[in-house]
């Protein structure tokens, strides 16, 4: 290693200690504050909480140099609910030569009020308008700001009726009134039946884990410690319920307890041997009530879980239709493969993906530099192992990734990434860069003097692995119709075996390379190298430009016209670079540090892109099409209207690729008509919570997802995400019936 | 490939750019933003005063006028008031004019203005969205602003704060385009 300080490195040093300091003293303009004014409510956080019944905290956290006045600190409550005299801190106080006597906090202010609420009232709604300014220069003060709070009241609050406020023993005497058998209180809605009130279901996600769910109307909740699980016939089973948090309350007849409000998903794991059984039967008591109503005595169902293929619903509950998903002979349904299976369909999956328009390209560039290795088997091995070695490894990253941040609470799935316009700008632009090479503009991996050299050289090496971690980045936003499946699982399974499945994924998407590398046969059917390589090569660019275009189309659609125009700068600008980049090999530090100026270049075009905001969204009327909401969906089926449901994104070429063939075409649309059905179609381009939860409902691990909803009630179906017409037309037809 | 110092060169200048360029464009939003209205005429504005009388913003057409929004809870717009009325007073004569804009209650305001005597009209702004305050590039209507408009109703310059004696002299002093 040559040391830093010989002869040229000692010029060179020279010129990157000039550079570096040129760029460092550019610093204090940037670190110029201009006015850096907060936003009100970036200002002034306020938080509030609810959780202890009759009196609600408020806390406001205050950037420093911030400060708000006391006496502007106003309460309202909502509708129903009565609020009572707000306790607040004694602030700075001193004395203002126009406003006169005023007290400010600074820092923090903890604010308590109580409350009560009229019977009936479901949530605490009140409005809080404080207002405050700013000490040091610029010294301005906000407008007063109203921020409306709507709150979820305490288990305890609900059925307090409206008596003199604070009265102590009313409310103690309401209280007891509410646990009795409900003819004390005014509630508007009689108990329903056990049936209705407590929905019990069990599926089995796999062999070795059932999953339960209670799901129960509003107001109405479960005791964890009442609920036993037995199973029938079933020595040497054990299970092992994994309870979630829940609610903690103190309960007048069983103490503190924790409790469920409406749904309890409760995974369970079966410990044991199965000794072949295909279905259990599972016996689960439980008791529950309703808030501020009656009490319902010890429930017992009775359920036989099918451990092949999953869902039953509860023997007593109301008739539901099977939840069982349409597919066409190949599995595809949330939850249903066991872990071969699901290792199995993803290396079926990742075979596939190799075809998908996403990924073909980065394919073309490997096929060629494969071609180009033809010299020794060796050589060959080792390049089809390092691309393997990358495609496994960014997989794992990947998916472990996304599985984290799912369980911080991100909703993620596959392909997300692409929702964030950055992201897309930065594809966009590794398309061109690697377009470019294509062409013969620029150079990556071994100089033009090392290419006869033979590639077994590290840079060789190193370029394999990052093809493969390019082809897996590429191949992101595109769903192969296994995958489906195996990533449902992966994303309902531990962490290990989730692993394992991204592992299976990453050597489907390998196996072509590692065939042609191991196997010789193969090998020799590969055409010999020769000058037609290189024109293929250029030809193969050009898929490259246009997955960049494709790109630029779906950034387009997520933050309009600016954003594609920042884009094609950022490319023009990346040209230069790669192209100087090119053309400097053989000169000297002057061309090399030009090659860094434009490189910098480059990235403000794209940290630029970053910050453009997204257009306010103009619902789109498509002709029939209705865009997906909760609240109009439960409308629609209220109305016993069939609703065919598509949650797709721009990004999502499965989905493009569907409505192009199945869901665009007249015949679809007549079926639509003809059904009577609602298409209704959710768009996942830009994060939306909304729909992020539909798609967790369904185990989903991304888009495309169709869900029919059928005439009268009943669960949703869904269908695979590669759609057929006659898939469709045999879901719609049913859904109708 | 790059030997190593060149890399060195390139990933070191390419990471203090972003970090420069990162440190540099922390703003937090909203920082009002009047500069989006530097040079183009003021909107046609028509505020009532605490009488009840309308005025159009074009009355004051032919003079430098001075645009200060302002209430009576803002205890910064009541500190640079003494300020203000001295600069009325000294640039009066060649023609400047100091406008308050009230953004506040018109009881609050009338209470106010019978305390204290000011030497410059004052208009009751428009209190709902859009507000006066906002049209003029105040987009998180912070008080004190000021806008400066020219003899023929176009927008010099805007700030949000109080103005120092030293800005008001700049604003208000005598220039090419008095009469």
Known sequence: MPSLFSGRMAKRSAALVLLLGGLLGMLPVFAQG????????????????????????????????????????????????????????????????????????????????????????????????????????????????????????????GAAAANAPGNALGAALDRLGSNANGAATDQDTAPLPAEQAFRFEALAQNPHRLLLRWTMPKGYYLYRDQTTLKLRDAAGLTLKPAWPAGTARHDEHYGDVTVYFDQLELPVALEGDLGGRR??????????????????????????????????????????????????????????????????????????????????PVLSIKAVSVL??????????????????????SFAVLGMGILALRSAGHALGWGTQLQQPLVVGL??????????????????????????????????????????VLAVVVASPCTAPFMGSALAYAFAAP???????????????????????????????????????????????????????????????????????????????????????????SHGITSKLAVAVLAIATLAPVYLLAQVTPPARSATAEEGVVAYSPAKLAELRAANTPVFVDMTADWCVTCKANEHTVLDTQTFRDLLRRTGAVYMKGDWTDVNPTISAFLQQYHSPGVPLYVVFPKHGGPGRQLSTVLTSSIVERALTEAAR | MLDRSNWLILILAVTVAAIGGYAGHRRHAPAPDGSAWLGRPLPALALPDPAGKLHRLTDYHGRRVLLNFWASWCGPCLEEMPALVRAQTQFARDGALVVGIAMDEPARVRAFLAAHRLNYPVLLGRLKTPDSSAALGDSGGVLPYSVLVDADGRVLATHAGALSAAQLEQWLAPSADAR
């Open chain 1, 372 to 393: 180009e290795s033809g010299e020794t088997r060796a050589t060959a091995r080792r390049h089809a192992l390092f691309y393997t070695g990358g495609v496994l490894s």
């Open chain 1, 34 to 157: 201009t006015d850096s004014l907060l936003s009100v409510t970036d200002a002034y956080k306020l938080t509030a909480d609810a959780t202890q019944p009759g009196v609600l905290k408020l806390h406001w956290t205050i950037a420093p140099d911030y400060y708000l006045y006391r006496g502007r600190m106003k309460f309202k409550g909502g509708a129903g609910v009565t609020l009572g005299q707000a306790q607040l801190p004694d602030g700075e106080k001193h004395h203002d030569e126009y406003l006169g006597d005023v007290e400010t906090y600074h820092h923090a202010v903890d604010a308590s009020i109580p409350y009560t609420v009229a019977t009936g009232t479901a949530r605490l709604t009140l409005s809080v308008q404080y207002q405050g300014c700013h000490e040091v220069d610029p010294k301005i003060c906000y407008p007063p700001h109203t921020e409306q709070l709507d709150l979820p009241l305490p288990a305890n609050a």
């Open chain 1, 279 to 360: 279905s259990l039967q599972l016996e689960a008591s439980f008791q529950g009530c309703q808030d501020g109503g009656l009490c319902y005595p010890l429930m017992t169902r009775s359920v036989a879980i099918d451990l092949g293929d999953g869902t039953k619903t509860s023997t007593s509950a109301p008739s539901t239709p099977s939840s069982a998903p349409v597919g066409e002979g190949e599995g595809e349904g949330p939850l249903q493969a066991s872990l071969m299976a699901a290792l199995l369909l993803a290396l079926g999956g990742g075979l596939v993906l190799n075809l998908m328009p996403c990924v073909l």
């Open chain 1, 495 to 585: 962490m290990l075996s989730a692993l394992l499945v991204f592992l299976a994924l990453g050597l489907g998407l390998a196996l072509p390379f590692l065939a042609v590398g191991f196997v010789p046969a193969l090998a020799r059917l590969l055409p010999r190298p020769g000058r037609w390589m290189e024109t293929l090569k250029q030809i193969l660019a050009f898929p490259m430009y246009l997955t960049a275009a494709w790109l630029a189309w779906v950034l387009a659609n997520q933050r309009g016209a600016d954003a594609v125009g920042l884009l094609l700068v950022a490319m023009v600008l990346l040209a230069m670079t790669l192209w100087w980049f090119e053309r400097s090999r």
């Open chain 1, 427 to 468: 594809l966009a632009l590794v398309m061109l860069a690697v377009g470019l090479s294509m062409s013969g503009v620029v150079q990556f991996g071994a100089s033009l003097s090392n290419t006869g050299a033979g590639l077994a050289t590290r840079s060789g090496a190193a370029g394999d692995f990052f093809t493969g």
